[in-house]
């Protein structure tokens, strides 16, 4: 079911962008959420012929630089490298996997992780200062050449999907821009690690993990996100392009169809529902980020188009969300952080996570 024309969604995507322009509605966001909301510029620009990514910064970006901003920063570089063909973004973001690959980052770096079965053995682990660290093998699981980002917490060195998420993005992203074995091997090592270690194997989704080297435990193994899946899913099929390999395309499209059924998600008529809970005013991630998995659906859908019925499966997921927001948490052109209204706000975040499903709703109802 078509929701709107492709004008009408266009415009309607435009008003977010109109809003986060107007002097009147400026507010401070963090530095890694105006990183994703101009990444989607840059997609809905490429969607549209349209150039709101050229015109300038929009809001106040506020908080620390972290290896998340780096590697966030260097995946809106390529969009709008594949975008406006800016070179100088391209070349920022290639300068961002550098400095994380050789330990040079602003918190993190790139570790290689030793291979074998899994054991109670510890892992010596070198960090960006040169400190050691050990943790134990039985954590990390069994894999074939596998990479990880770490970075540290307090006093702690930290391994975790979400910094691993997003380099294994933008090393398939750069992998595809540039044709370099380098990256191709980087985000294939990380994907290999990722579906050995992050995945939930009841699911298919994506679990928010971290191995903590002061007391080597896994402290937030059961948490399922559903922005870290969102990204993976971008992820794997750009990286499924880049070698040919059909098993990651495969890949994605499960989790892909698991996130999309997956109840504790979603309400009991489909809509996401993820975020909603607590005081919509708190700018939380998961509150900014939660339209990272229609982005991710979106990207599958784009690469994916000769498996129709994928392509339908996400056409009327994407509506079911869209729907939602139009009908039922909007005020005039802003959007509420509860899906399922009524609509409380405005909130910068609020407006991000609809900014990405918006977008995600012109590209799945296009006229091809």
Not at 67 to 80: A, E, F, M, P
Not at 113 to 140: E, R
Not at 297 to 302: D, R
Request: glycine content about 8%.
């Amino acid at each position: 079911m078509k929701t709107k024309s492709t004008k009408e969604l266009i415009d309607i995507a435009q008003q977010i962008i109109d809003f986060a322009a107007h002097p009147g509605n400026t507010t401070y966001i963090y530095s890694h959420q105006l990183q994703v909301f101009n990444s989607t510029r840059a997609l809905y620009d490429r969607l549209t012929g349209r150039k709101s990514r050229v015109t300038g910064e929009y809001w106040q970006a506020s908080g620390q630089y972290s290896t998340s901003y780096d590697l966030l920063g260097g995946i809106d570089g390529v969009h709008s490298y594949y975008t406006h063909k800016w070179y100088n973004h391209i070349s920022t973001s290639i300068s961002k996997w550098s400095m994380i690959t050789g330990h040079n980052s602003h918190s993190g770096a790139l570790v290689n992780l030793p291979q074998g079965p899994t054991d109670t053995s510890t892992l010596v682990v070198l960090d960006v200062w040169s400190n050691t660290y050990t943790i134990s093998k039985n954590l990390l699981g069994e894999s074939g050449p596998s990479s990880a980002v770490c970075y540290y917490l307090g006093n702690s060195f930290v391994i975790d999907s979400i910094q691993t998420v997003l380099f294994m993005t933008l090393s398939s992203y750069l992998a595809e821009c540039s044709g370099e074995a380098k990256y191709k091997e980087a985000a294939t090592a990380a994907a290999n690690f990722l579906r050995t270690w992050a995945l939930d194997p009841e699911t298919s989704l994506i679990k928010d993990r971290r191995i903590y080297s002061f007391n080597a435990q896994d402290v937030d193994g059961a948490a399922l996100s559903c922005h870290l899946t969102g990204l993976a899913i971008e992820g794997f099929v750009v990286l499924a392009s880049v070698t040919g390999n059909s098993e990651w395309s495969d890949f994605a499209i499960e989790i892909s169809i698991a996130a999309m059924r997956y109840e504790g998600w979603h309400s009991s008529d489909g809509i996401l529902v993820v975020g909603a809970d607590g005081d919509p005013s708190e700018n939380t991630p998961i509150k900014t980020m939660k339209g990272f998995l229609n982005r991710g659906l979106m990207i599958a859908y784009q690469r994916n188009r000769s498996n129709k019925p994928f392509c339908d499966l996400v056409r009327s997921y994407i509506n079911v969300q869209f729907n939602a927001l139009h009908d039922l948490s909007r005020m005039l052109t802003t959007y509420g952080v509860d899906w399922r209204g009524p609509y409380v706000g405005p909130y910068a975040h609020a407006q991000i996570a609809a900014f990405d499903t918006l977008v995600a709703a012109i590209a799945v109802n296009d006229e091809k």
